[in-house]
């Protein structure tokens, strides 16, 4: 049985009156190095880490991981940096990163990851605001976007290269590094250095995180040992890892999400952690790896989602007409799941034949083991989490935010509510406030924001509520988020429309990649719309629409048909002032390099707003349309 949270009635200065929901109760204080130091002695394992080099998997066991950790720590103490220095790492998921992660924790340094999809300019910000002395860089291209800033951050003293030769704007590479520390990696030296990483306090800070910044500059974000300590404690009694778990790392660890579930959490659960070649390999390295666990971004079960539907509905009658049928066969099965109820005996064995016909080559796909799959980091659509129940794997939602390190709240394995963030988590508290804004605290709030005092009274109040931003509601000890309260779309009539939740539903269309909604202040929302090229290319093809050019297409008036049509069929149920009352079609994906999302994949809506500001303007040219 879940177990749902007391709640009690208390007040604040700030926030009025509200009931507090609160978690299981924490674990004691603790840090990240003791974390590390307990994962590698208690499993020992020959594949704590494995990466692909030259088209074969290699391993990195616990011993040759703490090895290396040391080395390159002690390496950085021989630099006569101090404990709290800032250390960068500017990398794609690769063993060196965790190595350099562990490295700086255990010399009692602070690193700041930063995102390599991230251009040069960006980064002086936050190397600047970070007061970085040292940054490990990962490949000759990410050296060359550091060669060019360099001049423009004066605090830089080394940039270490993980590969080699040393790259220009690189100083030395990491095996050189690493053999510096080897020449005073001595037994006394070893036993030194252990001692002193265990010195560590709950509340010395681990990482400075840079906020994506939707608006304004980032802001860096100040995380303790304790902060991810309690989250990576609290998450591991949810999702209990085991240590004959693989999993594949392939979202960036400079995001926190995948910073605390994918490498903390992983390892001191003793999972086996893979790292993939690169986000376009996820596919194929996931049949390779096989692995056991996966947590992703709305986004790439979105992709999986529409790639399966678009296959399971083409081809023959005969193919279509089973890929149906299995669909409405697991859908009840899901239904019944997910009451807790047992399935009759002629649904029982329907879902057998299901499973062998359709749903067992999706799950080969995704290497066969899969036994869990955690989103966050985006609302995920209902429609796409319950595909994924159907099918008979574990897809469980969870919500937090950087600030929070990040899980507040998370679906159980055994007691999944689809359209919830789950159950809290051990220590965490969470109120609603009057206008819906969702209020939490606890050992994994933030200690604050680096060199901003202001914006860090903004977000916790006096009674250390943090104030996320986000709009929502408690249901029997289940949270389940509205939208974002600065995306709220008010109209000019008044109306209040929350745009995420429809979005969601728009993109788990086939024919639709990504889609935005607009209409703040406006007289009606209306829709920007990227379609699913691949899917739409194959329709047209199929119509005997010989022509490929996208901006052609965009205005063929069947094509534009097609598309309005699966949109507005996405709609059904929304109030009449919900849905959009004309939809743009886009040729060109919203993209990081493109200013219209954050490294973490959220929508910036002030700059689409501004970038397709004409598309938006003739929407509402000369339309009488009412709310």
Request: charged content about 25%; glycine content about 8%.
């Amino acid at each position: 049985m879940a177990m749902i949270p007391a709640t009690i009635e208390v007040s604040t200065s700030a926030a009025g009156s509200f009931i507090v929901h609160r978690g299981p109760p924490r674990v004691d204080p603790g840090t990240l190095t003791q974390l590390f130091f307990d994962a590698v002695e208690k499993f020992s394992k020959p594949a704590a880490l494995r990466f692909k080099r030259d088209g074969s998997w290699l391993d990195i066991s616990h011993g040759e991981l703490l090895q290396r950790v040391r080395r390159v720590s002690l390496a950085l103490q021989d630099l006569a940096l101090s404990r709290g220095d800032r250390i960068a790492i500017l990398s794609e998921n690769r063993p060196e990163w965790a190595i350099a992660d562990y490295a700086c924790l255990t010399a009692g340094m602070a690193d700041v990851p930063i995102y390599p999809t991230l251009p040069a300019e960006q980064m002086v910000h936050i190397l600047n605001d970070s007061g970085a002395v040292v940054m490990f860089v990962s490949t000759p291209e990410q050296a060359a976007k550091i060669a060019r800033i360099r001049p423009d951050v004066p605090s830089l003293k080394r940039v270490i290269s993980f590969c080699a030769p040393a790259p220009v704007g690189c100083d030395i590479t990491m095996d050189e590094f690493m053999a510096q520390g080897a020449a005073l990696d001595t037994a006394d030296r070893a036993a030194a250095w252990k001692a002193s990483a265990l010195q560590a306090q709950p509340d010395d800070l681990a990482t400075l995180i840079y906020t994506s910044g939707t608006t304004g500059l980032p802001k860096g974000v100040m995380l303790t040992h304790d902060n991810l300590f309690s989250n990576v404690r609290g998450s591991l009694s949810v999702l209990e890892p085991q240590d004959d778990d693989v999993a594949l790392s392939f979202l960036p660890l400079s995001h926190i999400f995948e910073r605390m579930c994918g490498h903390y959490m992983l390892f001191a659960g003793g999972c086996t952690i893979a790292y993939a070649e690169s986000i376009d390999s996820v596919a194929a390295n996931l049949v390779e790896v096989r692995p056991s666990i996966l947590s992703s971004v709305p986004r790439i079960y979105e992709k999986l989602y529409a790639r399966i539907m678009e296959g399971g509905n083409a081809g023959s009658g005969i193919k279509k007409a089973i890929f149906r049928w299995s669909l409405g066969v697991a859908d009840e099965w899901a239904d019944t799941y997910l009451a807790k109820r047992q399935p009759g005996r002629l649904l029982a064995f329907k879902y057998v034949i299901a499973q062998k016909l359709v749903f067992s080559k999706i799950k080969a796909k995704l290497g066969g083991r899969l036994r869990v799959a955690c989103s966050g980091g985006a609302p995920l659509a209902a429609t796409i989490n319950k595909f994924f129940v159907a099918a008979g794997l574990t897809l469980v939602e969870g919500y937090g935010l950087t600030e929070t390190s990040p899980v507040i709240s998370v679906n159980r394995l055994n007691n999944i509510r689809i359209g919830t963030v789950g159950e809290l988590i051990a220590g965490v508290e969470v109120a609603i406030a009057k206008d819906g804004e969702i209020l939490t605290r606890g050992p994994s709030v933030m200690k604050g924001y680096y060199r901003d005092s202001q914006a860090t009274t903004e977000a916790i109040d006096e009674a250390r509520w943090f104030h996320t931003g986000d709009i929502g509601s408690m249901e029997d000890g289940f949270l389940r988020i509205t939208d974002r309260k600065k995306d709220i779309i008010v109209t000019a009539g008044g109306k209040n429309i929350a745009p995420q939740p429809i979005e969601n539903r728009v993109v788990t269309n086939a024919f639709v990649s990504q889609a935005v909604m607009i209409g703040d202040t406006r007289k009606f929302p209306v829709m920007l719309v990227v379609p699913s090229w691949d899917a739409l290319l194959k329709w047209t093809a199929h119509k005997g629409i010989t022509s490929t050019d996208r901006t052609a297409l965009l205005t063929n008036a069947q094509v534009v048909e097609k598309l309005d049509r699966e949109v507005r069929g996405e709609m059904e149920g929304l109030a009449k002032f919900e849905a959009p009352k004309k939809i743009a079609l886009l040729e060109h994906e919203f993209t990081i390099e493109g200013g219209e999302l954050t490294p973490s994949l959220k929508v910036k809506r002030r700059v689409i707003n501004e970038k397709y500001k004409g598309v938006i303007d003739a929407l509402y040219d000369n339309d009488s349309a009412g709310e």
